[in-house]
């Protein structure tokens, strides 16, 4: 019930493609779903987070797509570069200040 | 602002030895995090304060690990005593009321040898 499930593990795109990850949950009572982006020997970073209330969010070049009813949210990096080049996390909470449940992450490079 | 500041950043020890590690918050954040992050994986959360009380450490193995936030500030972690399999990056983070995402400090890469 607790568990998020990120796919794929590892993602290599050229520069200037399109980046997509993708997560899953179970638990119902999830209603925060952020994702963070981590360097290495770095704290992860938020990137961007959605709710339940709403399909899809832009940030840039960075969209979360929702689908509540199949419980998959997913990243979207547009016009990926080489900076983006980081592991990515996908994961989820319940309102009330509860804890993140993270997924195992997707080692994303982005090559010239 | 100054960020989630934690030390030491790089740490090796023998196993059964002990090792403690130390975050200071971002100020103003009531709530604290201590995560582990195993290599290949996503951070596990291992205790959640809220100021100086303790909201969750159900995941905490509390026959080795302890920790303590004094004055609902700084915070400590201590592992006694480690195994091989403590071996991990520990990440501490915070965040301000109201606020469901932390802001992460740098980690410690704890070697268990």
């Known amino acids: 019930q607790q568990q998020v499930k990120q796919s794929p593990q590892s993602l290599i795109v050229q520069k200037g493609g399109i980046s997509i990850i993708n997560c899953a949950y179970e638990n119902t009572a999830f209603d925060y779903f952020p994702w963070y982006q981590q360097f290495p020997g770095k704290g992860p970073a938020l990137l961007i987070a959605?709710?339940?209330?709403?399909s899809e969010k832009k940030e840039g070049r960075f969209t979360i797509s929702f689908n509540k009813s199949a419980k998959q949210f997913s990243l979207h990096i547009m016009d990926s570069q080489p900076g983006d080049s980081a592991t990515y996390f996908c994961a989820a909470s319940s309102s009330g200040n509860t804890p993140l449940v993270f997924g195992k992450g997707t080692r994303l490079s982005v090559i010239a | 602002e100054a960020g989630v500041a934690q030390s030491p950043r790089y740490k090796i020890i023998e196993k059964r030895q002990s090792v403690a590690f130390w975050c200071n918050p971002i100020?103003?954040?009531?709530?604290l995090y201590w995560y582990q992050q195993i290599l290949g994986q996503g951070p596990k959360l291992l205790i959640q304060?809220?100021?100086?009380?303790?909201?969750?450490d159900s995941q905490l193995p509390k026959d080795r690990f302890s920790a303590e936030r004094l004055k609902g500030v700084d915070s400590t972690l201590k592992i006694q005593p480690a195994k091989l399999e403590d071996s991990a990056v520990y990440l501490c983070?915070?965040?301000?009321?109201?606020?469901?995402?932390?802001?992460f400090g740098p980690g410690t890469r704890l070697t268990v040898t």
């Open positions: 959605i709710r339940p209330d709403v």
């Open positions: 100020s103003g954040h009531a709530t």
């Open positions: 983070a915070s965040s301000p009321p109201g606020r469901e995402s932390g802001i």
């Open positions: 304060f809220q100021n100086n009380g303790v909201v969750d």
